[in-house]
T-cell receptor, first 108, second 114 residues
């Protein structure tokens, strides 16, 4: 069975500092990886997908199949990045599995 | 475009009572998901529909939970009878297709079972 692990429940950085939110997965097939974000009092929303290799709001994530990781990175954190971040995996059949999330706090 | 709609937003019931949640996905989205999110945890997939057929319901407690997707559009999730451990946020999401696409989430229904 597939599994997504986000080892940090809480992450705190200062504004302007680099930030990396870790995501590790286990799945025997070829996964699709996603990052979702939930800002305070808002609904969960898609941040980025690994297949599009895009940068959204300054965030990037690279799928590392060797290390089975999909870490989310941003070189200079902003206060508005404070939110809950979830890593998610889709199997070949499209079944979704989410990690338990990391709460990011960016301090001024 | 209108987002995923869910109702009610909040529900408080006694244990052993029944409750139903409703979801209206984004127009044209073939895939619909129901998740249960317990406080401090990530969303857990309960059931996934492709149009009006079930793709996956392996984590749905079928002795008390049921779901249907009427005509491949709206969906309802029912719990009967509810237990204390069913207290959670129930999220509905939809996507254009099953694979390759991200999901769009509704605001969720917060259920409290007393």
């Amino acid at each position: 069975a597939q599994r997504v692990t986000q080892p940090e429940k809480l992450l705190s950085v200062f504004k302007g500092a680099p930030v990396e939110l870790k995501c590790n997965y286990s799945y025997s097939g070829s996964p699709e990886l996603f990052w979702y974000v939930q800002y305070s009092r808002q609904r969960l929303q898609l941040l980025l997908r690994h297949i599009s290799r895009e940068s959204i709001k300054g965030f990037t994530a690279d799928l590392n199949k060797g290390e089975t990781s999909f870490h989310l990175k941003k070189p200079f954190a902003q206060e508005e990045d404070s939110a809950m971040y979830y890593c998610a995996l889709n199997t070949n059949a499209g079944k979704s599995t989410f990690g338990d999330g990391t709460t990011l706090t960016v301090k001024p | 475009e209108a987002g995923v709609a869910q109702s009610p937003r909040y529900k408080i019931i006694e244990k052993r009572q029944s409750v139903a949640f409703w979801c209206n996905p984004i127009s044209g989205h073939a895939t619909l998901y129901w998740y249960q999110q317990i406080l401090g945890q990530g969303p857990k997939l309960l059931i996934q529909f492709q149009n009006n057929g079930v793709v996956d319901d392996s984590q749905l407690p079928k002795d008390r939970f049921s779901a249907e997707r009427l005509k491949g559009v709206d969906s309802t999730l029912k719990i009967q009878p509810a237990k204390l451990e069913d207290s959670a946020v129930y999220l509905c999401a939809s996507s254009l297709e099953t694979t390759g696409m991200g999901q769009y989430f509704g605001p969720g229904t917060r259920l409290t079972v007393l």
